[in-house]
C-alpha cells in the first residue's frame, strides 16, 4: 500500500531561516505529490503539487522537487515569515482515473518561526 | 463560488447519540471525498463519491458510520451511536475534472467531541 513519512517535528526558527521539512513516499504506482498547509483552526489548502518526475512545484517561495530515484519530496524556503507558521503536510495521491484524488499523508509538521 | 463549505464546523454530543454532519462541495465537481483528522496525525482516507455513487469505503469506516450523497451534489456523514474515539475533525474535500483532477479542495471541516 502508499505510505508517506515527514519529518518528525515541531521545528522551530527564526525569522529568515532555511527551512527543510522531509518527505519520503512508498508507492504501488507512480503518484502525484503534494503538500499542503494547514493554518491554525483552518481546513487543508493546497500548498504545491508535482505531477511526475523532475517537475518542480513551487508557490509562496516553497519548493518541492519530485524525486523518484529517492521517493522523496522535500519542501523548501529560502527565507521564513512568521507567517509561515503552521502544520504542513506531505500527501500523494494515485494518478490512475479510479483512484485520482484518494490522498495518503504524512503525519504534519509543525513549523513555528519566532520573530 | 467560495469552496467548499461544511455544517456544523463544531459538534459536541453525548457517547451513544447520533450525529449528521454535511458537506457542500465545489458546484460541478464530480468526485467527493471524507477524510478524518485525529490530532497529530493526517487526514486518514473514509470514503468518497463520484456523482451519486459511493466508490470505496475505508475499513476505518465501520457499521456505525454511514455516508450519502443523493443527487450528487451535497454529501452527509452520518455516525450512529457515537464513542469517545469518534472525537476527530472530519475533512470533506471535492475533486473536478481536467487539469485539476488530481487536486483537491478541502473545506474547513467539522470537529466532533464526544463527551
Known amino acids: 500500500g502508499n505510505s508517506v513519512t515527514q519529518m518528525e517535528g515541531p521545528v522551530t526558527l527564526s525569522e529568515e531561516a532555511f527551512l527543510t521539512i522531509n518527505c519520503t513516499y512508498t508507492a504501488t504506482g507512480y503518484p502525484s505529490l503534494f503538500w499542503y498547509v494547514q493554518y491554525p483552526g483552518e481546513g487543508l489548502q493546497l500548498l504545491l503539487k508535482?505531477?511526475?518526475?523532475?517537475d518542480k512545484g513551487s508557490n509562496k517561495g516553497f519548493e518541492a522537487t519530485y524525486r523518484k530515484e529517492t521517493t522523496s519530496f522535500h519542501l523548501e524556503k529560502g527565507s521564513v515569515q512568521v507567517s509561515d507558521s503552521a502544520v504542513y503536510f506531505c500527501a500523494l495521491s494515485d494518478r490512475g482515473d479510479t483512484n485520482a484524488g484518494k490522498s495518503t499523508f504524512g503525519d504534519g509538521t509543525t513549523l513555528t518561526v519566532k520573530p | 463560488d467560495t469552496g467548499v463549505s461544511q455544517n456544523p464546523r463544531h459538534k459536541i454530543t453525548k457517547r451513544g447519540q447520533n450525529v449528521t454532519f454535511r458537506c457542500d462541495p465545489i458546484?460541478?465537481?464530480?468526485?467527493l471525498y471524507w477524510y478524518r483528522q485525529t490530532l497529530g496525525q493526517g487526514p486518514e482516507f473514509l470514503t468518497y463519491f463520484q456523482n451519486e455513487a459511493q466508490l470505496e469505503k475505508s475499513r476505518l469506516l465501520s457499521d456505525r458510520f454511514s455516508a450519502e450523497r443523493p443527487k450528487g451534489s451535497f454529501s452527509t456523514l452520518e455516525i450512529q451511536r457515537t464513542e469517545q474515539g469518534d472525537s476527530a475533525m472530519y475533512l470533506c474535500a471535492s475533486i473536478g475534472g481536467g487539469s485539476t483532477r488530481n487536486e483537491q479542495f478541502f473545506g474547513p471541516g467539522t470537529r466532533l467531541t464526544v463527551l
Open positions: 458546484s460541478e465537481h464530480n468526485r
Open positions: 508535482a505531477t511526475k518526475a523532475d
